[in-house]
């Protein structure tokens, strides 16, 4: 069974930063590749940033040079380093991790979601 608790939300304001955490337990063999995504209300959930198991990293447009996406493969947890928030920043954010408990079995897992409230 494998659990990801998400922390760091809040509300800020516009031009504030912020830092999301996800951290995976139970059993785990190795963090694949990770994802962050958004919802805003009345939207579509959307990829915000992703990093793969070897490190590369893919943006929206939207974020690119304001987030930044990373990962802690020994403490099993990733960030969302967030600079330069904007009022349409605000949504609920969640982590999406791709584990494998045992080599060659993996499963997606989804995070509990984090509000962040950008004000202006």
């Known amino acids: 069974q494998v659990q990801l608790v998400e922390s760091g939300g809040g509300l800020v304001q516009a031009g504030g930063s912020l830092r999301l955490s996800c951290a995976a337990s139970?059993?785990?063999?190795?963090?694949?590749?990770v994802g962050w995504y958004r919802q805003a209300p009345g939207k579509q959930r959307e990829l915000v940033a992703a990093?793969?198991?070897?490190?590369?990293?893919n943006y929206a447009d939207s974020v690119k040079g304001r987030f930044t996406i990373s990962r802690d493969n020994a403490k099993n947890t990733v960030y969302l380093q967030m600079n330069s928030l904007k009022p349409e920043d605000t949504a609920v954010y969640y982590c999406?991790?791709?584990?494998?408990?045992?080599?060659?079995?993996?499963?997606?897992?989804w995070g509990q979601g984090t509000q962040v409230t950008v004000s202006s």
């Open positions: 139970g059993s785990i063999f190795s963090i694949n590749a």
């Open positions: 999406n991790i791709r584990i494998a408990w045992v080599p060659g079995h993996e499963s997606d897992y």
């Open positions: 990093i793969t198991s070897g490190g590369f990293t």
